[in-house]
């Protein structure tokens, strides 16, 4: 198993990764994890990463892109991975083909959790609510749509182009659209 599993903010792609990460021994990655445990660890690129960090800046693509290498190489003893959210953009997605051609692991899968803006705004709305998160604010959630929509859904056209996107409908029930992923490991 080596997936990319993409959708816009509150897809439940998170949840979706971890979950079938567990049940087929595959390393679950994601960019946040990666950049707080690098930084933890005081890696040379970590310590780049926390330069831009502290001065609230986005982490570059090709220190992201390294921190992703370093992760995909050292793998788990099995070469399986689900990279969760990443690439964000058609820049990053490039920059992974060539590094994964480079390092001889090819993608099986590319899978969209497609969700509506408006069940997003739901989901992220009841999100605030329940964890008493004051940032997911209708403003900040329409903020993050338009991001997604400007640099993510690029990626998603770039996979569709080459042929590889697969789309799995996220507005199910947890458990549904786990069932539909599952489905595709043996596909």
């Keep these: 198993m080596r997936w990319i599993l993409l959708g816009p903010p509150g897809s439940g792609k998170g949840t979706q990764a971890k979950r079938l990460a567990a049940a087929h021994s595959a390393n ?6 990666i950049l707080r ?3 933890a660890k005081g890696s040379e690129v970590g ?7 502290e001065r609230g800046e986005l982490v570059p693509d090709n220190v992201i892109i390294r921190m992703i290498r370093s992760r ?7 070469g399986q991975f689900i990279l969760d959210g990443f690439p964000r953009n ?12 480079e390092i001889k ?5 590319v899978v969209l ?5 408006d069940e997003v705004k739901k989901r992220l709305a009841g999100r605030a609510v329940a964890e008493g998160r004051a940032d997911d604010t209708a403003d900040v959630i329409a903020h993050r749509l338009d991001v997604y929509r400007e640099q993510t859904e690029p990626v998603v056209a770039y996979y569709r182009e080459k042929g590889r996107l697969v789309e799995v409908e996220g507005e199910q029930s947890i458990d549904q659209v786990y069932s539909d ?5 043996t596909a």
């Design 113 to 117: 959790v497609k969700v509506s803006d």
């Design 28 to 33: 679950h990655l994601s960019t946040g994890d």
């Design 47 to 53: 310590a780049e990463a926390k330069q831009f960090m």
């Design 90 to 101: 058609r820049l990053q997605a490039e920059e992974l083909d060539k590094m994964l051609t």
């Design 37 to 39: 445990a690098e930084v």
């Design 72 to 78: 995909l190489q050292e793998g788990n003893g099995n």
């Design 105 to 109: 692991v090819p993608i099986d899968r």
């Design 181 to 185: 992923l599952e489905k595709l490991v």
